[in-house]
């Protein structure tokens, strides 16, 4: 197996993107990641990325849910990355 990044980004409805910063907070993954990191930007985005080292847990690395749809400016983005040496 292989170390894993997985990035999740999304853009809350105008004007919500400290609920949705909220939201993501409380989100828990089992099991957890090596490392997780939240970051913000304009106009309320909210990017998580976190990492999984190895071996990959089974069945692959838990990845963030969806936030209630009334919370999104449009659906979330997620990309997966495995380093190079």
Known sequence: MMAVALMWEARAAA???GELLDWV???RL???PSRR????A?????????WYGEPEP?????????PPAGLLHR???????????
């Open 15 to 17: 004007g919500r993107g």
């Open 75 to 85: 659906p979330v983005h997620r990309w997966r990355f495995t380093p190079v040496g």
């Open 30 to 32: 089992s099991p957890a």
């Open 37 to 40: 990191e939240t970051f913000t």
């Open 25 to 27: 907070r409380a989100q």
């Open 42 to 50: 304009e106009p309320d985005r909210v990017l998580v990325i976190t």
């Open 58 to 66: 089974v069945g692959g690395p838990p990845e963030l849910p969806d």
